[in-house]
């Protein structure tokens, strides 16, 4: 094996290159993984524009990014080695919400809460480059039947299922999906899986909200652009229409957009339960009427992450209860990483998911 490897180094606010550096040394505890699939995340952006710190001490660069991966197990620590965990050739998605399990917060199952905790693209190198190291503990291996491209929707879809366990669906219910986009796309789907009886997709652009219907979404709602012929002045007022007035009975807003959730608020009937999903700036305040929503007796619950989930998501996708490759709408080599971020920022062909393709 090379002692060098490509990578995409991330330095600080819209400065990132390609560039040659040493492959990772693997520690009793690692695996080092040849990447295939990579997807950019919506965090990938905000690091990339300067729109967040990263997670490394100072919180900035020079960083690897990308934390949503796939690829083969190309060497093997000695640990995992020795209870026969790994070999090389092993097909694997890696866990990038990597934790100790020896803190307060691993002891008590809030394993995303740990206060050890080393994310790849995030705390430490990541998966834009040809190789990335990972701890043996972090590792999934793919089903046979599964593509790389598949296997690195993973990640996000672990989100996505532990905020629709937060919201507790029950057969029948009136469900509302706050957001289009490919964590939207995946909520309407298991949504539809776990038993809801109807599923409205809420956003503000059409295709998007297209592309909902296609996955299963029964009604789809534009809220912004007056000229769609999904548009809806009174969300309220169309919701009550379709429940003969009784609201949602679920809602959960995959958007950052504080404006979406204070809707969901808005939409939501007796005894729902609200998930607050898509990541809020600093700053971002909920307005609540509490009387109403006293009375009605709501619920809101966070979801960040996805603990103790992963199995669970893995299992979803290869059973086929959630149809993600239809997500993937664009791929990029390693080398054009930088104008997939920024095209993906831009809107540029109207993308969904975005992947880098070792």
């Known amino acids: 094996m090379a002692d060098k490897m490509k990578a995409q180094v991330?330095?600080?606010?819209?400065?990132?290159?390609?560039?040659?550096?040493?492959?990772?040394?693997?520690?009793?505890?690692?695996?080092?993984?040849?990447?295939?699939n990579v997807g950019i995340c919506g965090s990938d952006i905000s690091?990339?524009?300067?729109?967040?710190?990263?997670?490394?001490?100072?919180?900035?660069?020079?960083?690897?990014?990308?934390?949503?991966?796939?690829?083969?197990?190309?060497?093997?620590?000695?640990?995992?080695?020795?209870?026969?965990?790994?070999?090389e050739g092993d097909r694997v998605v890696v866990n990038p919400v990597q934790y100790c399990n020896a803190c307060y917060a691993c002891a008590c199952g809030q394993t995303h809460l740990c206060e050890n905790i080393s994310v790849p693209g995030v705390t430490v190198n990541g998966g834009f480059a040809e190789y990335c190291v990972?701890?043996?503990?972090?590792?999934?291996?793919?089903?046979?039947?599964?593509?790389?491209?598949?296997?690195?929707?993973?990640?996000?879809?672990?989100?996505?299922?532990?905020?629709?366990?937060?919201?507790?669906?029950?057969?029948?219910?009136?469900v509302a999906v706050f957001g289009p986009g490919a964590m939207g796309q995946m909520m309407v789907q298991l949504a539809k899986s776990i038993g809801a009886g109807k599923v409205?997709?809420?956003?503000?652009?059409?295709?998007?909200?297209?592309?909902?219907?296609?996955?299963?979404?029964?009604?789809?709602?534009?809220?912004?652009?007056?000229?769609?012929?999904y548009y809806v002045a009174d969300l309220k007022k169309a919701i009550s229409d379709l429940t003969d007035g009784k609201l949602a009975d679920r809602a959960i807003v995959p958007t950052s957009s504080n404006d979406a959730f204070e809707k969901a608020i808005d939409v939501t009937g007796n005894c729902a339960i609200l998930v607050?999903?898509?990541?809020?700036?600093?700053?971002?305040?909920?307005?609540?009427?509490a009387l109403s929503f006293h009375t009605m007796d709501k619920q809101i619950r966070a979801a960040?992450?996805?603990?103790?989930?992963?199995?669970?998501?893995?299992?979803?996708m290869a059973k086929g209860l959630v149809n993600v490759e239809a997500l993937l709408t664009h791929k990029y080599p390693l080398e054009d990483t930088e104008k997939a971020i920024i095209n993906l920022k831009n809107r540029v062909d109207n993308p969904m998911k975005v992947q880098i393709v070792l």
């Open 10 to 36: 991330f330095y600080e606010a819209e400065k990132i290159q390609l560039e040659e550096i040493p492959i990772p040394e693997v520690t009793d505890i690692d695996v080092l993984v040849k990447v295939k």
């Open 47 to 87: 690091y990339y524009y300067g729109l967040s710190p990263l997670g490394t001490s100072t919180g900035k660069g020079p960083l690897v990014l990308g934390h949503e991966f796939t690829g083969e197990v190309a060497k093997v620590g000695k640990v995992p080695a020795e209870v026969r965990l790994f070999k």
């Open 134 to 174: 990972s701890k043996y503990t972090g590792l999934f291996k793919l089903p046979d039947d599964m593509s790389f491209a598949v296997g690195a929707f993973t990640e996000p879809f672990a989100c996505a299922v532990n905020g629709m366990k937060k919201l507790e669906i029950e057969p029948g219910q009136f």
């Open 200 to 229: 409205v997709l809420i956003g503000t652009r059409d295709y998007r909200l297209e592309m909902g219907k296609e996955n299963g979404a029964d009604y789809i709602f534009n809220t912004k652009d007056k000229n769609s012929k």
């Open 276 to 289: 607050h999903f898509g990541l809020p700036n600093e700053g971002d305040v909920i307005h609540i009427p």
């Open 304 to 316: 960040w992450l996805a603990p103790l989930v992963w199995p669970t998501a893995i299992r979803c």
